[in-house]
Nanobody
Framework: QVQLVESGGGLVQAGGSLRLSCAVS????????MAWHRQAPGKQRELVAT???????NYADSVKGRFTISRDNAKNTVYLQMNSLKPEDTAAYYC???????????????WGQGTQVTVSS
């Protein structure tokens, strides 16, 4: 069974940093596209950052220059380094991945359970 498990959230003061991790467990063939999303109370979930299998990255304008997404293929893990955090970054952060279970098989989308990030002013 494939699972995505996020960790690294917590409470931090404005201007501080956090590093989120998302580990993919289970028997898989490959991980293609991975992304981080976030959802603040009363708001829609928004895409924060993406990383392709070829490590091409994209960011929401609101986090450009402050957040960095990366991946360690050997560990099946994607990271989100968050610097210069602002109170408006407060949200539940979710990772998702497009994962191929068997060679030449289809890609499925999986989501993690989320990790809370709270930035105090």
């Amino acid at each position: 069974q494939v699972q995505l498990v996020e960790s690294g959230g917590g409470l931090v003061q404005a201007g501080g940093s956090l590093r989120l991790s998302c580990a993919v467990s289970g028997s898989i063939f490959s991980i293609n596209f991975m992304a981080w999303h976030r959802q603040a109370p009363g708001k829609q979930r928004e895409l924060v950052a993406t990383i392709s299998s070829g490590v091409s990255t994209n960011y929401a304008d609101s986090v450009k220059g402050r957040f960095t997404i990366s991946r360690d293929n050997a560990k099946n893990t994607v990271y989100l380094q968050m610097n210069s955090l602002k109170p408006e970054d407060t949200a539940a952060y979710y990772c998702n991945g497009h994962i191929r279970i068997v060679e030449a098989g289809p890609t499925y989308t999986y989501w993690g359970q989320g990790t809370q990030v709270t930035v105090s002013s």
